[in-house]
């Protein structure tokens, strides 16, 4: 018996025929079982027998002879053939087999046809075939730097470019009218992104101009508003009472370090706690506020912010906030100021200028007639106490107190300058 399938032993050569063996006997049972039983076609529902039903090859779906030969007439006559006629089942992407495609038409002009435009269609996909402008048979191009194509058909000598008769030009007539419109298209490019980049100059210097003169009109405002400022300065510098402090030159600049750090302090984005009247500074968070001295909780005033120095202050006059050469320099120059080398030499600063305002109406002499220590104010407190003597007096009146009596009594306790 020569039955492979009945063998009690084989060579390991003979595995793979074996095998293969196998596979297509099992095959040709599966399909002879397929034709002896009816079956519903997939695409009209009907049942038929088995042996009048098509079953594919590659997906197995299967439909009677009738469908499938309507679906790939329809198919072919709508342009699409080789791997492009698919299987009519839905999301099925796989394509019909040549033999199949025939089994199915059984029209052998039919089938021809088919086989020409798929082959066109493969050659026509293929980026080394070109076609005769003669006789229309497929020509080999070749992978050379030359355009010469020969048709092995008609013997029919071309340009591989332009399809007419080969010309020995180095360039192809083709060639250089492509290059020629791809000049100009390149002229016309440049041309728009030249004419493009002149707008957006054009728009960026009128933007620029009315930003200029936008800026110009807000320095002028400000100019105006800083003139203002100045004068109304000026004639309440001329309606205050003329006052006059004599300020020694070797405590000169810790003199003006006070005054600037007090300024510093009242410039922040400080305010003072309304009960006790100390100073807190706001430096985040909501606008609730505690105060850690008394326990007093209150709204902080939207509208206050860190202000801008006065001209009546030595922040408007200093160059730099962290020194007081230019100050002092300024004094100086202004009062007449002797050398600071020499021993026991003063300068009296009055209040008739902005410079000389600020430290006047900061400072004020302790009234204790042996000391006589110029004390500076920080904040809205008239309660001093000498840094000399420790003496405590009223920064309003330069005079001596002794306890709250005399806030109750005469002067207000807390006065801005």
């Known amino acids: 018996m020569n039955d492979p399938r009945v063998l009690n032993g084989y060579l390991p050569e003979n595995i793979d025929q074996i095998y293969q063996h196998l596979i297509d006997y099992n095959k040709e049972r599966e399909e002879k079982q397929f034709q002896n039983q009816l079956q519903t076609c997939l695409i009209c529902s009907n049942t038929i027998p088995g042996n009048d039903c098509i079953r594919l090859h590659r997906c197995g779906h299967f439909y009677c002879r009738s469908c499938l030969n309507s679906y790939v007439q329809m198919t072919l006559k709508n342009g699409r053939f080789g791997e492009k006629l698919l299987c009519p089942q839905n999301h099925c992407q796989k394509p019909l087999l040549p033999n199949e495609i025939k089994q199915i038409i059984q029209d052998e002009q039919l089938y021809q046809r088919y086989e020409r435009l798929t082959l066109q269609q493969a050659l026509e996909s293929m980026s080394d075939v070109i076609w005769c402008p003669r006789c229309q048979s497929a ?182 906030a962290q020194s007081v050469e230019s100050i002092r320099e300024e004094i100086n120059k202004k009062f007449d100021a002797p050398e600071a080398s020499k021993e026991n030499e003063n300068v009296v600063i009055n209040n008739r200028s902005f410079i000389g305002s600020a430290i006047v109406k900061r400072v004020k002499a302790c009234p204790n007639l042996s000391c006589q220590t110029l004390n500076v104010k920080m904040g809205d407190d008239n309660w001093m106490t000498c840094n000399e003597c420790l003496e405590q007096y009223c920064f309003s009146c330069a005079e001596p107190i002794n306890g709250l009596q005399h806030f109750k009594r005469k002067c207000d306790r807390y006065t801005s300058l």
């Open 139 to 320: 020509v080999l191009s070749g992978n050379g730097d030359d355009n010469l194509a020969i048709c092995d058909q008609c013997r029919y000598t071309f340009c591989k470019k332009c399809r007419e008769v080969f010309h020995f030009q180095e360039t192809c007539p083709k060639d250089y009218l492509i290059k020629q419109l791809r000049l100009r298209q390149f002229e016309t490019i440049r041309k728009q992104q030249k004419e493009e980049s002149e707008r957006t100059r054009k728009e960026q210097e009128k933007d620029r101009k009315r930003l200029t003169k936008q800026e110009e009109k807000a320095k002028a405002e400000l100019a105006r508003l800083e003139k203002q400022k100045k004068l109304a300065a000026e004639r309440e510098l001329l309606r205050q009472g003329y006052r006059e402090v004599t300020i020694d030159l070797s405590e000169e600049d810790t003199l003006l370090e006070e005054i600037l750090n007090a300024e510093r302090m009242e410039a922040l984005n400080t305010q003072q706690c309304p009960n006790c009247h100390v100073r807190i500074e706001k430096n985040g968070g909501c606008l609730h506020m505690h105060c850690s001295r008394c326990d007093y909780n209150f709204t902080w005033p939207t509208s206050e912010g860190p202000q801008d120095p006065k001209i009546n202050s030595l922040l408007y006059h200093s160059s730099s």
